[in-house]
């Protein structure tokens, strides 16, 4: 195998330090490494595989030297403009942000579910939305055996989901709470989240959706290859550090037996069933930090229709809702 060149943009952020965590983890055949940010960040000194390395300043001419594969980790703004460049110069994108997912040209790639896709690239590989990943991982072997005929989400989403400033916002909140203070300034959320449920994640729509509801339809619908698939989802942000919970409610073209269905989820990739309620056992937050499965439970027949159930599905947001995903993406396109 040729030395393998990888770029990491955005590597000084939630998502980006969480790919350099998780490429240490894996010991992928890389021979270098490059980490990109934006100028503000640029100089910042980072300790990978037991080197030092100086984060550059993203530009135009980054990828010059030549690159076999960046993972960009920034944001769509940096995406639209600089992984085209990337493409341009020789360079395979996996990218975070959400600006090509529905691009239709674009692969959007969970890998327990359709990696088979993922050789259909013209450059530029997506990243699917944090909470579509842990969704779609439970979903598709359901699918599979039992024909999905409507999806409806209800989501738990974490404060690291919004990075760094989501995160202060609730350490503010629980320092002024602790102080019997309540004078902090925002720096993200458009409430408090200390103590708190918004319901809003990005912006709302004029259909009255959040684009986070939005992002979470469409990306299911692509991923699964199923366009007219029924769903609906209410998106909530709550003040947890990290970790993602969804309620899911699934309806099936056929029926089944719990005993079966429950057989299908243990033995599908990516997922551990934890699903004991006799003796309250569960997935939560707790139990999947720092994990890249997704974790599955309080599965149970829906009884107000016909062939329905309910899950219970949790899963670190910015390991296998991003960071771990494009890793896993990457070990795909090294094989």
Not at 302 to 314: A, P
Request: glycine fraction near 6%; include cysteine; proline fraction near 4%.
């Amino acid at each position: 195998m040729k030395n393998i060149k990888l770029a990491v943009v955005g590597a000084t952020g939630v998502v980006g330090r969480t790919v350099l965590k998780v490429l240490e983890e894996k010991k992928l055949p890389i021979s270098k490494y490059e980490f990109f940010a934006s100028k503000r960040s640029a100089g910042t000194k980072v300790t990978f595989l037991n080197k030092e390395y100086i984060i550059q300043e993203l530009t135009t001419s980054s990828f010059d030297s030549g690159f076999d594969f960046a993972i960009f980790c920034a944001g769509s703004d940096v995406s639209k403009i600089f992984a085209p460049i990337a493409v341009s110069k020789g360079c395979i994108v996996i990218d975070n942000s959400s600006y090509f997912r529905i691009d239709t040209s674009v692969p959007l790639i969970v890998p327990e579910v359709n990696a088979e896709e993922i050789n259909n690239h013209h450059g530029i590989i997506a990243n699917p939305n944090c909470s579509t990943i842990q969704a779609v991982v439970a979903l598709k072997p359901l699918d599979t055996a039992y024909n999905i005929k409507r999806i409806v989400y209800s989501t738990y989403q974490a404060v690291s989901g919004a990075g760094y400033k989501g995160i202060t916002d609730l350490k503010n909140g629980i320092l002024d709470f602790e102080k019997g203070e309540a004078n902090y300034e925002l720096q993200k959320f458009p409430q408090p989240i200390f103590s708190n449920c918004l319901p809003h994640i990005d912006v709302f729509l004029e259909n009255g959706y959040t684009k986070e509801e939005e992002k979470m339809i469409n990306e299911t619908r692509k991923i699964l290859k199923r366009p007219d698939l029924r769903i609906t989802a209410t998106t909530v942000r709550v003040p947890v550090f990290n970790s993602h919970s969804e309620s899911i409610n699934v309806e099936f073209e056929k029926d089944f037996s719990i005993d079966d269905l429950v057989n299908c989820l243990k033995n599908a990739p990516g997922i551990v069933l934890k699903d004991d309620t006799k003796n309250e056992v569960y997935p939560t937050t707790l139990d999947t930090n720092n994990q890249d499965k997704v974790f599955v439970g309080r599965v149970r027949r829906d009884y107000s229709i016909n062939s329905g159930i309910n899950l219970w599905v949790v899963a670190d947001n910015v390991r296998k809702g991003a960071a771990s995903n494009a890793v896993q993406i990457l070990e795909k396109l090294l094989i």
